[in-house]
């Protein structure tokens, strides 16, 4: 099994819509959650932590299950700009970054 | 503006040649760095961790003696793959973690160079 899966995708979603981004990891002693976003052949960019309480900013909702091990991303009111990849990422060590997982990712496209 | 710099973002080079890839903080200090690479459609791997001053801590499976690393300086990390092969063509970025609050109260945030896309031939 591998440490951190995601939806495959692609999700092809129009304009408006609401998506919801699924996420879970296999070690259940990792410390802290992120969804990271990145654009076709840039760098990952922080979206948001994820806390155990869930938390939002703004059209993005992030939550945590930590007894499911799974961790979930909805947007709503998709926007063309908000096309991308999102990478789900695991940290083992909440104050080192060198057990940092990614997840493989998942591709949204949204559609005029 | 970007706070880590990476250096070139694009480079093609030919079959048993050695390109060395830089990574600056900027503005801030940075004692540890890390290296990915990311193949096309797949997610980021981490190679090393690069620690100023000391030998960088290679992860299982990747050849220290084929990517070397030097961290010379709190602010710069290279990363050099001598005697590049077409396998070795991918995505590299490097990474650098800051606090996001003073004092470094909470967890710091990683901050990734804009990669470097190598092509070998």
């Known amino acids: 099994r591998k440490e951190v899966e995601q939806d495959p995708g692609p999700f092809n979603v129009p304009e408006g819509a609401t998506v919801a981004f699924n996420c879970t990891y296999s070690?259940?002693?990792?410390?802290?959650f992120f969804w990271y976003r990145q654009d076709c052949r840039k760098e990952p960019k922080l979206l948001m932590s994820?806390?155990?309480s869930g938390n939002e900013d703004g059209r993005f909702t992030a939550q945590l299950n930590r007894a499911s091990q799974y961790i979930s991303l909805l947007i709503r009111d998709s926007k063309l700009s908000d096309s991308a990849t999102y990478l789900c990422v695991v940290n083992l060590v909440k104050t080192s970054y060198d057990k940092v997982i990614f997840g493989p990712g998942t591709s949204l496209s949204v559609i005029p | 503006g970007a706070v880590v710099s990476q250096h070139p973002s694009w480079v093609i080079c030919k079959s048993g040649t050695s390109v060395k890839i830089e990574c600056r903080s900027l503005d801030f200090q940075a004692t540890t760095m890390f290296w990915y690479r990311q193949f096309p459609k797949q997610s980021l791997m981490l190679m090393a961790t690069?620690?100023?001053?000391?030998?960088?801590?290679?992860e299982q499976g990747v050849e220290k003696d084929k990517f070397l690393i030097n961290h010379a300086s709190l602010t710069l990390s290279t990363l050099t793959v001598t005697s590049a092969h077409p396998e070795d063509s991918s995505f590299y970025i490097c990474?650098?973690?800051?606090?996001?609050?003073?004092?470094?109260f909470g967890t710091g945030e990683l901050f990734f160079g804009e990669g470097s896309r190598l092509t070998v031939l």
């Open positions: 690069s620690n100023e001053g000391s030998k960088a801590t290679y």
């Open positions: 994820v806390y155990s």
């Open positions: 070690n259940s002693a990792s410390q802290s």
């Open positions: 990474s650098a973690p800051r606090s996001r609050l003073a004092g470094g």
